[in-house]
């Protein structure tokens, strides 16, 4: 299985602040990569897909980078509904795998 | 618009099966492909397996031994069934469906709201 690693688990920020979260995978995954926002009792909600797509209707402020092994996700002015569980997931081979995710929170 | 809604028991015992549906509205269950995807409480999701109305599921190595899957076209449902749980297998657990072609493939921007499943006596 390929894993998915998130680092940190944690991330305290502020509104207004550019905010970048990584995602590093343990073999090559080309771009066959999501990215989801998740809040409390809630679904996951995709965001980004091959790695730097913006899934329609989410704001221009997200934005993904990353090929290969490392993946980036970059909010660019945090608003105050950003603050979530965020996860990157592959989609390369199977079984698909998720990170373990990055908490976002108001410093 | 898609839509997907889980059902099903939120209890189970130790040692029994646990039995999920998933009613789909607003597509076909006779194309793209249809996950469940679980989630333990405070960690990631991870993927059970997929299953298309043709062809045969797939599932994740962790879990194959002990999952099911089926399709009921008539009804535009499909279903989980997980033999012999433990504690471990405690988690909100989702149907989701595939981006298809234009996403690559495997990402999921359709999900159902999830149910609890807690494992105990």
Do not use: H
């Amino acid at each position: 299985d390929i894993q998915m690693t998130q680092s940190p688990s944690t991330l305290s920020a502020s509104v207004g602040d550019r905010v970048t979260i990584p995602c590093r995978a343990s073999q090559s995954i080309s771009n066959w990569l999501a990215w989801y926002q998740q809040k409390p009792g809630k679904a996951p909600k995709l965001l980004i897909y091959k790695a730097s797509t913006l899934e329609s209707g989410v704001p221009s402020r997200f934005s993904g980078s990353g090929s290969g092994t490392e993946f980036t996700l970059t909010i660019s002015s945090l608003q105050p509904d950003d603050f979530a569980t965020y996860y990157c997931q592959q989609y390369n081979s199977y079984p698909y795998t998720f990170g373990q995710g990055t908490k976002l929170e108001i410093k | 618009q898609v839509q997907l809604q889980e059902s099903g028991p939120g209890l189970v015992k130790p040692s029994e099966t646990l039995s999920l549906t998933c009613t789909v509205s607003g597509a076909s269950i006779s194309s793209n492909y249809w996950s469940w995807i679980r989630q333990p409480p405070g960690k990631g999701p991870e993927w059970i397996g997929y299953v298309y109305f043709r062809g045969s599921p797939d599932y994740n190595p962790s879990l194959k031994s002990r999952v099911t899957f089926s399709v009921d076209t008539s009804k535009n449902q499909f279903s989980l069934k997980l033999t012999s749980v433990t504690a471990a297998d405690t988690a909100v657990y989702y149907c989701a469906r595939e981006g298809g072609y234009s996403y690559g493939g495997g990402s999921f921007p359709y999900w159902g709201q999830g149910i609890l499943v807690t494992v105990s006596s």
